[in-house]
Each structure stands twice: as C-alpha cells, then as structure tokens.
T-cell receptor
C-alpha cells in the first residue's frame, strides 16, 4: 500500500541533544512538508521541499534543519537551538502544483510525538 | 500573508443532528483552495472536503458540505446526520493557487467536535 511512514511514534530527548525524525513516502510525490502541531495553534509549517536537493524554510524554521537527498525521504532534525521542541510533528507529501484543475492533495503521515525531558 | 481563523474551539452535537463549524480567512488573492481536515484521536489527518475558489458551487461529500462565501471570506462546514465516528478535531486550511511546485497549507486553530449519543 502506498503511504507515508514516520518514525518513531514517540521520541524523548534530553535538553541539549539533537534528534532526527524520519519521514518516508512511497507515493512518488515530489513535494514534502514538515508541520508542527501544538495545542490550540493548529499546524504550522517548518520546512518544505519541492524536489530532491531543494528545500525552503516555512514559518517556524528556527532550530530545525532538513535534508532531501532522496525523493522518498525528508528527515527533520530538531537541534538544541529549538527552545521549545515538545510537540507533535507531522510530515506530508503531494504532487507538484499542476494548475487549478489538478488534484494535488497533501497526504499526511501518522506523526511523531517529541517530548523533551 | 494569509491567515485562517476558527472561532469555535469546541462544539458538541447530538448524534443524528446537524452541526456547522465556522472558518474565516484573510487573503488578497482571487484564486485559492480551501480545505477541511479531520483529525480523530489517532491524530491521522484526513481530508474531508475541498473547495476551489473559482467555483461558485459549494462542495459536498456525502454528509459533509460547505457554505463558501467568497466575498465574506467565510468557509463553514456542515455535517449532517452526525455519527459517533465524526468526533474529532476539525481544521480549516487555505492554500494559494499560485503556480509553484509545493503548496503550503495555512491552518486554523481547530475546532474539537464532540458527538453526544
């Protein structure tokens, strides 16, 4: 079955440590996204990538880094510079925007819950 | 920058009745997409319904329909014959139609819907 997988489901980090969240998709989508979800704030965009070896900052990129070496993979690193990393992280993917008539829905993974101890 | 506002943090409805969730947005663009996503307790984001701004006809998907008021920048979701499985967080989201590879979503804060048996 095609879809998006995220691992781990739960992740615990000590203060000062970097951690990497995995996101893999087998939908053959070019575009991938990382969102952060906090209670009462909805989802906010961290980083997105339109194509392999290219990515752009979203609205809350500070303290995060990404790479896009393969079409299927878009890992997110939460660095020690992120002051409040405890949150739920969602990865998504979509085909490129092909115009008004295109069905370019974003598909979401199951998420990773990160807790800083 | 576009913004999306959901003014109802929580709503409840009796099973089999109808409920309407509100969403307003702010944009200077004339062409765009609007979405309603559902997030059940599993936290998996599921697309409920989509509306293209250039279409005057309101979108419908089985028991789910929208009331799209472009001039008022309003996009409400109506759920008819509510079922226990409809209990979830509902997010309204906006996406520009500007032609580019990735399509960033701007989310509202969410509305938690409870279904009373």
């Amino acid at each position: 079955d095609g879809g998006i997988t995220q691992s781990p489901k739960y992740l615990f980090r000590k203060e000062g440590q970097n951690v990497t969240l995995s996101c893999e998709q087998n939908l053959n989508h070019d575009a991938m996204y990382w969102y952060r979800q906090d209670p009462g704030q909805g989802l906010r965009l961290i980083y997105y990538s339109q194509i392999v070896n290219d990515f752009q900052k979203g609205d809350i990129a500070e303290g995060y880094s990404v790479s896009r070496e393969k079409k299927e993979s878009f890992p997110l690193t939460v660095t020690s510079a992120q002051k409040n990393p405890t949150a739920f992280y969602l990865c998504a993917s979509s085909i490129p925007n092909l115009g008004l008539a295109a069905n370019n829905e974003q598909f979401f993974g199951p998420g990773t819950r990160l807790t800083v101890l | 920058a576009q913004t999306v506002t959901q003014s109802q943090p929580e709503m409840s409805v009796q099973e089999a009745e109808t409920v309407t969730l509100s969403c307003t947005y702010d944009t200077s663009e004339s062409d765009y997409y609007l979405f309603w996503y559902k997030q059940p307790p599993s936290r998996q984001m599921i697309l409920v319904i989509r509306q293209e701004a250039y279409k005057q006809q309101n979108a419908t998907e089985n028991r789910f329909s929208v009331n799209f008021q472009k001039a008022a920048k309003s996009f409400s979701l109506k759920i008819s014959d509510s079922q226990l499985g409809d209990a979830a967080m509902y997010f309204c989201a906006y996406r520009s139609s500007v032609l580019q590879g990735a399509q960033k979503l701007v989310f509202g804060q969410g509305t938690r819907l409870t279904i009373n048996p």
